[in-house]
């Protein structure tokens, strides 16, 4: 099973310019909403972002990745908690699939490791 999220950020149209605690960003004309830390125009720190789709990711941030530990709520019905790394779930998670399986222990690169 591959968990891959990787977020494109369209840097040059986020505003503020300033770094900012709590900022408000809407993106790719309010598709992408995200609520959260900027640190030199990027997503940096916690913060939350909406996909139109109804998708919701809730977490830390690096250079606009999902970087840390967070929570993916994917419209589909499955969730993964747990580490990421540059957008994919890397390290301790647990994957809960739509069909009710799941996964629990650790992630590379965006796979399950099964034991």
Known sequence: MMVAIIIICA???MQPLKDEKGAKVALDQGK???TGDLV????NGKGTLKFADGSVYTGTF???????QGDFQAKDGWHYVGGFKKGKAQGKGVLT???????????????YQEK
């Open 11 to 13: 840097i040059f149209s």
């Open 32 to 34: 992408l909403n995200y």
């Open 40 to 43: 030199r125009r990027k997503f």
């Open 62 to 68: 690096k250079d606009g990745y999902f970087n840390g």
């Open 97 to 111: 699939l739509e069909t009710g399986a799941i996964y629990k222990g650790q992630f590379e690169d965006g796979v």
